[in-house]
T-cell receptor, first 115, second 115 residues
Framework: AQSVTQLGSHVSVSEGALVLLRCNYS??????LFWYVQYPNQGLQLLLK??????LVKGINGFEAEFKKSETSFHLTKPSAHMSDAAEYFC?????????????FGKGTHLIIQP | DARVTQTPRHKVTEMGQEVTMRCQPI?????VFWYRQTMMQGLELLAY????????DSGMPKDRFSAEMPDATLATLKIQPSEPRDSAVYFC?????????????FGDGTRLSIL
């Protein structure tokens, strides 16, 4: 069975500082990995995805994530936080790719940006 | 941009009433997913369909929940009778049914409150 662990339900950083949101997964097959962002009262928006190939994945809004198979991790980073980055972030895994089967989500990390 | 449309956005009703939530997937997407989001459990997959046929509904309480796709442009999730523990945000997502690079796209959700 798949599972996703996001370390830290809340992360607070200063505006302009590095953002690091941690995600570890377990999967019995090579995983497809995703990061989604949720703003208040909205649905989930895809930030980036890892399928195959390059392990460093770039997404929207300056975010990127690196797939590390040996560490079963897929941490999300952004070099410089902006106030508009304040939101809930979810890491997710699937066996066959996001359009084909259901996603297993982590519990989410609430990102707080301090002015 | 193509979007997944969910109605209603908000629903407040009394315990025991029937609740119907609707979802219009993105045109051309043949896979529809239903998720539930609560503070305690996070995001959980309830069920999903491909080409209008249910593929997996193992996450859905069978005694009171039912999901259908009357046609390719409409998916419904019904709860009868509703209970206070059903209060949650219910998300619909759609995908192309293909693995790999194709992600799921989420609607804005139906926020359900059962009194």
């Amino acid at each position: 069975a798949q599972s996703v662990t996001q370390l830290g339900s809340h992360v607070s950083v200063s505006e302009g500082a590095l953002v690091l949101l941690r995600c570890n997964y377990s999967s019995s097959v090579p995983p497809y990995l995703f990061w989604y962002v949720q703003y208040p009262n909205q649905g989930l928006q895809l930030l980036l995805k890892y399928t195959t190939g390059a392990t460093l994945v770039k997404g929207i809004n300056g975010f990127e994530a690196e797939f590390k198979k040996s560490e079963t991790s897929f941490h999300l980073t952004k070099p410089s936080a902006h106030m508009s980055d304040a939101a809930e972030y979810f890491c997710a895994v699937s066996d066959h790719g996001g359009g084909a089967d259901g996603l297993t989500f982590g519990k989410g990390t609430h990102l707080i940006i301090q002015p | 941009d193509a979007r997944v449309t969910q109605t209603p956005r908000h629903k407040v009703t009394e315990m025991g009433q029937e609740v119907t939530m609707r979802c219009q997937p993105i045109l051309g997407h043949n896979t529809v997913f239903w998720y539930r989001q609560t503070m305690m459990q996070g995001l959980e997959l309830l069920a999903y369909f491909r080409n209008r046929a249910p593929l997996d509904d193992s996450g859905m309480p069978k005694d009171r929940f039912s999901a259908e796709m009357p046609d390719a442009t409409l998916a419904t999730l019904k709860i009868q009778p509703s209970e206070p523990r059903d209060s949650a945000v219910y998300f619909c997502a759609s995908g192309s049914g293909q693995g790999g690079n194709q992600p799921q796209h989420f609607g804005d959700g139906t926020r359900l409150s059962i009194l």
